[in-house]
């Protein structure tokens, strides 16, 4: 049978009681302490001796690239040393849950930059009153501290997310090309992604509703429709729409490898407009991660998980759709 180890409990009672002995002991002593300290823990020799020698100590000491690290004792409270004020308080939390609310929760690496423009406007149109100080600590507020600060929040807003949820990546542009009139480039607008995002409601039997979502790479401009199935006729449609929808000519554009984008009758449109085509390689979504991020930051949040089949529904979402277009791609950071 082998040596019977003490959980972290009833170690770090053991090595209290040992510490002090340790400490008082001579050097044969020491050894002795040590063999049954690292016999019951089961830690290794020097770090059990190290672990000995700091019990109780406290501080940590940097003075003129000197730095000394001693190790505190866990049960053990900090008198005399003075915590770290609270900056951000209570009514820093408030206003900016606000702000936040008022923005359809944005993270904070796009909420910091944007706080200096959106507080003047919101004051202007009186839906914030701040002081001074306050307006001061939100302008120095950082990107972590936002999310930090409104963790709670977030939790309390979340949105229970459907299967297939995808994670934002690093563009990755090794796809295929069918048709290249244009080297791609996504540091100038006009270079899309564009994928479909189902409103099946997790049941993929008959006809559903599909959201054609498409995002300009460098803007990051988005535009949106409802079609009614994931047919190339409509899902065509809505392409065609949407592309004279942008505010910029459309240069290039990005799908995945569906049949309802990979196929004859879109190829010919995009050599008529000369449009660059190219998809993604399979299975590999972070090829197309700025239109999946736009899959639920502006459609998922907006109409949910349900499932959308009928006429009435279908031109609901897309008179939604005509509106979120203004919302996303003017009044969000």
């Known amino acids: 049978m082998g040596r019977k180890i003490l959980g972290m409990e009833s170690r770090y ?4 009681i040992m510490a002090e002995k340790y400490k008082r002991a001579g050097k044969k002593e020491r050894g002795e302490i040590l063999g049954r300290y690292t016999e019951v823990t ?20 940097q003075y003129k690239g000197a730095r000394i690290v001693l190790i505190g004792d866990r049960k053990k409270g900090q008198k005399g040393i003075r915590k770290r004020p609270i900056y951000y308080d209570k009514k820093v939390l408030e206003v900016l849950k606000r702000i936040w609310l008022i ?7 796009r909420l910091a930059p944007y706080l200096k423009e959106v507080v003047s406007v919101l004051e202007r149109e009186e839906e914030i009153v701040l002081d001074e100080e306050l307006k001061e600590k939100l302008f120095r507020i950082s990107a972590s501290s936002i999310d930090r600060i409104l963790k709670g929040e977030r939790k309390n807003w979340e949105i229970k997310k459907g299967k297939g949820y995808t994670k ?5 542009k090794n796809q295929i090309p069918i048709r290249t009139f244009a080297e791609w480039n996504e540091k100038v607008p006009g270079f899309v992604e564009m994928e479909l995002v189902d409103h099946s409601g997790g049941v ?15 803007t990051g401009w988005t535009e949106t429709i409802a079609v009614e199935n994931k047919s190339q006729h409509h899902v065509f449609i809505g392409i065609d729409t949407l592309r004279k929808r942008f505010p910029f000519p459309v240069l290039g554009i990005d799908s995945d490898n569906g049949s309802e984008f990979i196929n004859s009758h879109l190829k010919r449109y995009c050599e008529v407009h000369r449009i660059t085509f190219t998809r993604s390689r399979p299975y590999k979504k972070n090829d197309s991660c700025y239109v999946e991020q736009k899959n639920y930051s502006v459609v998922r949040k907006s109409v949910g998980y349900l499932r959308y089949e009928t006429k009435a529904e279908l031109k609901l979402m897309n008179h939604l759709y005509t509106k979120l277009r203004l919302y996303t791609n003017f009044f969000q950071p």
Do not use: H, S
């Open 13 to 16: 009672k053991m090595g209290k």
């Open 103 to 109: 923005l359809d929760c944005p993270c904070g690496k």
């Open 204 to 218: 993929e039997r008959g006809m559903f509703a599909q959201t054609l979502d498409i995002t300009d790479v460098f």
């Open 168 to 172: 934002p990546g690093g563009l990755v």
């Open 42 to 61: 089961g830690y290794n020799r020097r770090y059990a001796g190290w672990l000995l020698r700091n019990w109780g100590k406290k501080v940590v000491i």
